[in-house]
């Protein structure tokens, strides 16, 4: 009981143990995906602010190299030195007059050049162009020298934009004359235009040079504020120019991922970076005016970081929650289930004969401050007083109305055995069989004595069987040598207590309808116990029931058993209904009454019932 007690107290235990986990489950799953959506968005506000900080200032570094290259196109002092200095690459002696005069043009343009560029050197070089193929430039280094338009990587781009700005992607100078050496090992970007004469013809071609870490400035200094960001800028051809550095080189072309996912600007993706094996969120900001793009990258595991810190804090003060929620709900428990229990306990131990004992209660009300607890025991207390009285009552009559229906059947095979029996004997008589009537007369004092000795409705196993077989001598006498019988009780079954006169009537249905068929006739009588039950197999080798007389028998006796009125019963032919009826009266559900039979094979009815001393 007390592992029951337990038990129950576990079930509840564990009950509430579940609900509340499931409860707190939820709210922590709702508040993950809330608080991971608030960081993604608010992840996704940072990366648009920064994206678009870089391109406001990218795009006015760029302005600002545009603005220089319009005000060297529209200087007319550079306009009107150009095609003097023409002379320099074709009059290169130093007496020729031309010379002079192309020297002062030069200095001009230099000086032109330097005061655009202004004393804060806005930009590093600017060089100048001429399609005949000669080059000026001032910047970090003045110089003058020929050179191969054609051969510039830059050329034939600027040429057909017609006078649009034309920006190279980053490249190393170091191919141009007199290179500072601090900036060898530096890149820049040159934003080309071609310039026209005043009749709106091709006059040459202006290149203004700025080194990338001047226009990527806040780009660099972003990165160095926020390692855990990669910032990237793809310009209108794809080419990636920031970073120009080799080692910071992403190996995806985010600007491909992005054309062919087609993508929306300002909006936060999530991409899978299958050589590093980590996912990375991705958004990105176009530069309208240079049809550039700032892509912002971050892996989400670190973007999450604070989502991981923050569940681990929540499971933990989930963890406690649950288990002083468990600790309240195991003492609640605790006073919920004892009560229960003694009433569990209580209820149990309501049965057939504590409810017709005289005792009329079973429990006293628990101890519990619970007024429900003290209703429900005062409530089951008045209702079991309540069953004991009415079932004492539904008691005695039933036993009264069992054993008067017992008595009737019983007294019903008393005429009907005498009938039978009694024509045995004036068939004897008529034929002279002095001694076999005498035995016959005998063996009917001794069955007639059995009938009558006592009122009680059930008999041993093995003094039924004793005058069931004073019986069958009887008729034995009749039948002579062509019959034959067995009796067969194992040794455990014969105190047994069964039905008085149960045996009698099935065998001597045997006698009247089943040796009808040539001898010799056969009678087997064999009892067996089956776990708590006993059981007692009837067989004849006579001639058989066919199936439809079966299922007729079936038929009645099925009905009989629904109304279990003795009033269907009458003397002469009412052998099985008879035994059948008993059986129910005594056993109910735990009678037995099985029927087999074959065509010419016999018949064997098996009764039974509960074991009971």
Not at 22 to 27: A, E, G, M, V
Not at 299 to 306: D, K, S
Not at 312 to 323: D, V
Request: hydrophobic residues 40%; contains cysteine; proline residues 4%.
């Amino acid at each position: 009981m007390k592992g029951k007690l337990r038990s129950q107290k576990m079930n509840l235990f564990i009950d509430y143990a579940l609900l509340i986990t499931l409860l707190l489950s939820i709210c922590f799953f709702i508040f993950y995906f809330y608080y991971r959506e608030n960081i993604y968005k608010d992840a996704k506000a940072y990366a648009d602010n920064l994206s678009t900080s870089i391109s406001n200032s990218v795009s006015s570094e760029i302005d600002k190299m545009s603005t220089i290259s319009m005000n060297i196109i529209y200087s007319s002092i550079i306009q009107k030195n150009l095609v003097n200095v023409e002379t320099l690459g074709r009059e290169g002696s130093s007496l020729n007059p031309a010379y002079a005069s192309s020297r002062d043009s030069v200095l001009n343009i230099y000086d032109t050049i330097s005061a655009i560029i202004g004393p804060f050197q806005s930009v590093q070089q600017i060089n100048i162009y001429s399609l005949q193929g000669t080059c000026i430039g001032s910047g970090f280094h003045q110089y003058t020298a020929p050179v191969i338009l054609s051969q510039k990587a830059w050329y034939e781009e600027t040429i057909n934009n017609n006078g649009i700005k034309y920006i190279t992607a980053p490249e190393s100078l170091v191919n141009m004359p007199s290179m500072p050496m601090n900036f060898k090992d530096d890149k820049f970007i040159s934003l080309c235009r071609v310039f026209f004469d005043g009749a709106d013809r091709p006059q040459g071609i202006v290149q203004v040079i700025q080194n990338c870490s001047t226009i990527f400035s806040f780009a660099e200094q972003t990165s160095a504020s926020n390692p855990t960001m990669r910032f990237y800028i793809y310009n209108e051809r794809g080419e990636l120019i920031y970073p120009y550095v080799s080692n910071q080189i992403s190996s995806l072309d985010y600007n491909e991922l992005i054309v062919e996912n087609n993508f929306s600007p300002f909006e936060s993706y999530t991409l899978a970076d299958k050589e590093q094996k980590l996912k990375i969120a991705i958004t990105y900001a176009p530069i309208s005016n240079l049809d550039w793009k700032v892509v912002v990258t971050q892996p989400t595991t670190i973007l999450l970081q604070p989502l991981y810190d923050f569940t681990k804090y929540f499971i933990f003060i989930i963890l406690a929650g649950i288990f002083v929620t468990l600790l309240i709900c195991f003492v609640v428990a605790s006073k919920l289930t004892d009560p229960l229990h003694k009433l569990t306990l209580a209820i149990k131990q309501v049965n057939i004969n504590n409810v017709l004992e005289k005792n009329t209660s079973i429990m006293t009300c628990p101890n519990s401050s619970i007024e429900e607890i003290h209703a429900l025991f005062n409530s089951f207390n008045s209702m079991y007083h309540k069953l004991c009285l009415s079932s004492q009552e539904i008691m005695s009559t039933k036993s009264e109305e069992t054993r008067a229906k017992m008595s009737a059947t019983q007294a019903m095979i008393n005429p009907h055995f005498l009938y039978n029996n009694l024509t045995t004997i004036s068939i004897l008589a008529e034929e002279k069989n002095t001694d076999q009537v005498v035995f016959m007369c005998n063996a009917l004092c001794d069955y007639f004595r059995y009938i009558s000795a006592s009122d009680e409705p059930s008999v041993t196993l093995q003094t039924e069987a004793l005058y069931t077989e004073k019986y069958i001598a009887c008729m034995q006498i009749r039948f002579g040598s062509d019959f034959s019988y067995h009796i067969q009780i194992p040794e455990e079954l014969k105190a047994v207590r069964i039905p008085k006169l149960i045996i009698q009537p099935i065998v001597e249905n045997a006698f009247k309808y089943a040796f009808d068929t040539a001898s010799p006739w056969q009678l087997n009588i064999c009892c067996e116990k089956l776990e708590n039950r006993w059981l007692i197999h009837i067989t004849d080798n006579g001639k058989g029931m066919t199936e439809e007389m079966i299922t007729e028998l079936l038929h009645k006796l099925e009905k009989l058993k629904g109304s279990r009125e003795i009033t269907s019963l009458k003397i002469g032919g009412m052998g099985i209904k008879n035994v059948y009826l008993r059986l129910l009266l005594l056993y109910n559900e735990q009678a037995v009454f099985e029927l087999k039979s074959a065509v010419q094979e016999g018949t064997c009815i098996t009764i039974g019932g509960p074991i009971i001393y």
